[in-house]
């Protein structure tokens, strides 16, 4: 009898912790190959619910998060403890792994740090690369978000009013002082929107993220993602899941740039970004060439305006185009 009693109250105990151990192995080594196998359009609807949750759940903890780390004085690592916690949530059960070349280079802070912006799943590569005492400039729309927005607003996230000039240059004055005071970075898409291209291309670059860099005398430092949509595709509702190839790269130094300078370092960030794109588009292409495309970027000053506005023309349509397939 006391045999039986301590063994059940054995298996009592052990179950609930048992419960909790089995809930990771689940979703980390069972979930993905159950949704690899399912058929395409159920596993991209899976998929991006898990995302949403992911980001839904990360938007919560990161309230509690931001409350501790302002607590503490570490208000400038809430992002990076985010985004990774957010990383490890999200991309095992979606099949996403990650190849990350330069990530030594995420070392240099403080710094303007630039990335391309094809999708909304972007967050996956803030997840894995996303520095250290750094802060996130955003469109104002985002900060009234559900729990998003307020999370933003702890972590000290810079909006930007993109319809009103004057107050985008309140803003970007402000972000200057605020990172000279707290030796901090930031992270901005310097396109200004999802390019949600076909081609490995980038949008033409806004000035905003290089007036910053030349101000604050900061770095950029450029991060460029593959083209992924060989992992997720919401035109034709396949996520796959699969590696994700990031670079990070070199920094590009401002000491000494004024602000005539900044047409020049924008079109030195954005060349190198292209090329590493282009490099990587042809990696995953088998080494086939990729069709020389034009770029806003031309040392002549004579003809620059001229290239950005037809190239801008040709992408916003190339964007429009896209933009209706995926709705």
Known sequence: MSQFSSSTLSDLFSSPLLLVAAIPVFYYAVLPRILAVLPQKIQFLAKCIIVLISTLIMSVAGCFISIVCAILDKRYAINYLVSRMFG??????????????????????????????????????LGRVFPKHCVVMAKK??????????????????????????????????????????????????????????????????????????????????????????????????????????????????????TDDVNELMEKTRDVMMKHLREMDRARNGGAEVPAEETTSTISNNTSKTTATSVGTQDEAAVKKRRTLKD
């Open 88 to 125: 490890i949530l999200a991309a095992p059960p979606c099949g996403i792994t990650y190849k990350v070349v330069g990530e030594e280079n995420l070392d240099t802070y403080p710094a303007i740090v630039v990335c391309n912006h094809q999708s909304s799943m972007d967050m996956m590569i």
């Open 141 to 258: 729309e985002l900060l009234y978000f559900p729990f998003l927005g307020i999370f933003m607003k702890l972590s000290n996230a810079i909006f930007i009013d993109r319809k009103n000039h004057k107050k985008a240059i309140e803003s970007t004055t402000l972000a200057v002082a605020d990172m000279k005071k707290h030796n901090s970075g930031i992270w901005i898409f310097p396109e200004g929107t999802r390019s949600r291209l076909e081609k490995a291309d980038l949008l033409p670059f806004k000035k905003g993220a290089f007036h910053l860099a030349i101000q604050s005398q900061h770095p950029i430092l450029p991060i460029v993602s593959e083209p992924y949509s060989h992992i997720y595709d919401s035109a034709k509702r396949s996520f796959p899941g699969g590696e994700l190839e990031i670079r990070v790269l070199d920094p590009i130094p401002t000491i000494g740039m004024t």
